[in-house]
């Protein structure tokens, strides 16, 4: 019932930054809770970050904090993954996931997911 779709990877060196997007369809945006997750190739998907339908509360992976920001402009239906000081080892593919109502590190807690969007980090 929600598409999502991921728009903004691409290639970078090492110490770049990028912010991809996730645009959502329908109303009720403003309640899904958003996560972004990344799946590098052989490796299992794990969590990045994740907010909550009002913006307020957020949750980060050890690896990306203070490096990472996620955001969402709920008028535009869409949420944000601002990368910085990017490093080889953020090489993935990385999705962005909705819940109708909460927000979540655990992928299964999501019920809708993206088409994905390759990031890639030069040394």
């Known amino acids: 019932q929600v598409q999502l779709v991921e728009s903004g990877g691409g290639l970078v060196q090492a110490g770049g930054s990028l912010r991809l997007s996730c645009a959502a369809s329908?109303?009720?945006?403003?309640?899904?809770?958003m996560g972004w997750f990344r799946q590098a190739a052989g490796k299992e998907r794990e969590f990045v970050a994740a907010?909550?339908?009002?913006?307020?509360?957020?949750s980060y992976a050890d690896s990306v904090k203070g490096r990472f920001t996620i955001s969402r402009d709920n008028a535009k239906n869409t949420v944000y993954l601002q990368m910085n000081i990017l490093k080889p080892e953020d090489t993935a593919v990385y999705y962005c996931?909705?819940?109708?109502?909460?927000?979540?590190?655990?992928?299964?807690?999501?019920?809708?997911w993206g088409q994905g969007t390759q990031v890639t980090v030069s040394s």
């Open positions: 996931a909705a819940n109708r109502l909460l927000y979540y590190t655990e992928a299964d807690k999501y019920d809708y």
């Open positions: 329908g109303r009720g945006f403003s309640s899904y809770g």
């Open positions: 907010i909550s339908g009002s913006g307020v509360s957020t």
